[in-house]
């Protein structure tokens, strides 16, 4: 015994209801049927839900089965929806598939139905298990984008046409405040670079990662006084299973105001060393001058000027 299957059945010949309840009970499946004969009971059902698999004669009085399979794709596109009728001809049965409909018996081979429902209900959880695996790849790809854009590294991947294939928020800010440039999907990377140097370096870079060789380096990048800025870059090289390059993977950091800082540290450095050199320079002149005026005093008969220097 497994799950029950709650099953709405449109017919309206009794001895064909109990055709198919008996069809269902000498099998394995537990089943419980609610059955309708016109619209406006099938719409209630409908209304109601909770069914796990729909049956529906191809022709009834007033009413018609592909006016109740557009009707059920409407209301729970979900639900399997089998055709079960003895005057459904082959080109019907196409037409009813093509709008919709998961499968067709005929009444004449009821031994079809129960392979029909088994088959009909998994391919129903097998959608709604891809369903689910799509929702959850969606929710964790949103919160990764979330993190991605969140951070303070300018992300971006190419193809190995230098395509971009994703970039986040902080990049593209950046390759508008660097060369004005709008960028967007399935567009080269280089051509949006406006500085010739920026585009020989950046073509290098990628292709050295194309060729399977991670790398870092750090360089400037934009235009001179206006936004050029100082950046770290890392080039990893996306592969596939089979070890084949098929992108690259690069993520930079802006150091422009730690470079600015380590300048502005080097400069002042070399202004010390500079005055320490001046300052020992000026102190061995003094020195040379004393030992002159001491020389100059001795010439003269005078008393030594600098006592301490050597006559």
Excluded at 44 to 71: E, K
Excluded at 168 to 196: D, F, P, Q
Excluded at 284 to 301: F, S
């Amino acid at each position: 015994m497994g799950n029950l299957i709650r099953i709405l059945h449109l017919e309206n010949d009794a001895g064909d209801l109990e055709l198919v309840r008996a069809t269902l009970e000498s099998s394995d499946l537990t089943c419980q049927i609610t059955a309708v004969q016109t619209r406006d009971e099938f719409s209630q059902a409908l209304s109601q839900g909770g069914y796990d698999v729909i049956f529906a004669d191809y022709r009834l009085p007033g009413y018609d089965g592909r006016s109740a399979l557009r009707l059920t794709l409407e209301r729970c596109p979900e639900v399997p929806f089998i055709f079960v009728s003895g005057t459904i001809g082959e080109d019907a049965a196409i037409n009813g598939l093509t709008d919709g409909a998961t499968d067709y018996v005929l009444k004449q081979k009821l031994s079809r139905l129960v392979p029909a429902v088994t088959r009909a209900l998994r391919e129903a959880e097998n959608r709604r298990a891809r369903k689910r695996a799509e929702e959850s790849l969606k929710k964790q790809y949103s919160t990764l984008r979330s993190i991605i854009d969140s951070t303070n590294a300018l992300i971006f991947s190419v193809d190995q046409q230098y395509r971009y294939t994703s970039f986040n928020k902080g990049h593209a800010a950046v390759m508008h405040a660097l060369y004005g440039a709008e960028i967007e999907t399935g567009r080269s990377i280089l051509g949006y670079m406006t500085v010739t140097v920026d585009r020989e370096i950046a073509h290098r870079n990628l292709d050295r990662a194309l060729a399977g060789e991670q790398l870092v380096e750090e360089a400037y990048s934009g235009e001179e006084l206006k936004s050029r800025r100082y950046f770290q870059v890392s080039h990893s090289p996306i592969k596939t299973e089979m070890d084949e390059v098929i992108g690259v993977a690069v993520i930079s950091q802006d150091l422009t105001e730690r470079k600015h800082a380590e300048e502005k540290i080097k400069h002042q450095l070399n202004e010390l060393q500079r005055w320490h050199d001046v300052t020992l320079n000026r102190e061995g002149r003094v020195q040379e001058l004393k030992h002159e005026v001491n020389q100059l005093c001795a010439r003269l008969g005078e008393p030594l000027r600098y006592p301490s220097q050597a006559g």
